[in-house]
């Protein structure tokens, strides 16, 4: 197959491939959202809690030293993490933005990643492809006619 018409009936379902890449893009959104909300309660607010009710029973003053050691050790962590979850958050939304504005660049660049895919065989729903490193691609049929070739990636 050609690239170029391979990336001709691509452009054909542009809507339902940008609103797969945005439903797994989102999912991935909520999910490392949800991880930075948990890790901040935990690191942010129970530490403090903790280390507010310890505090006021400390015994000698070295074991306030660990106390507190071990109070910014869980804030240091925290902002890490934290850190590390908005970069992701960054990230996935640049990739989306780009994907939805620049559609076509991205297009052509898959594209020749797709014509490398040797074909293994087809049933009514998909096309099964092999990867020259040897991962098992399915790649989905036109969903209203499943003699339409190529629609959708689905790894």
Not at 56 to 74: Q, R
């Amino acid at each position: 197959m050609n690239s170029e018409l391979l990336i001709i009936e691509l452009l054909s379902v542009k809507e339902t491939i940008i609103q797969q890449y945005q439903k797994t893009y989102k999912h991935v959104l909520w999910v490392v959202s949800g991880l930075f909300l948990l890790s901040s309660l935990f690191f942010f607010g129970i530490s403090t809690l903790v280390y507010q009710q310890r505090r006021t029973i400390a015994h000698s003053s070295f074991s306030l030293y660990k106390l507190e050691t071990l109070y910014h050790s869980a804030l240091g962590i925290g902002c890490l993490l934290a850190l590390i979850y908005l970069v992701l958050v960054f990230v996935y939304l640049g990739k989306l933005f780009s994907l939805t504005t620049n559609f076509t660049v991205w297009l052509e660049k898959q594209a020749h990643k797709m014509l490398l895919e040797v074909p293994r065989g087809q049933d009514a729903e998909y096309y099964y492809l092999a990867s020259p490193q040897g991962k098992e691609i399915l790649v989905k049929k036109h969903p209203a006619d499943c003699s339409q070739p190529l629609s959708m990636i689905k790894v």
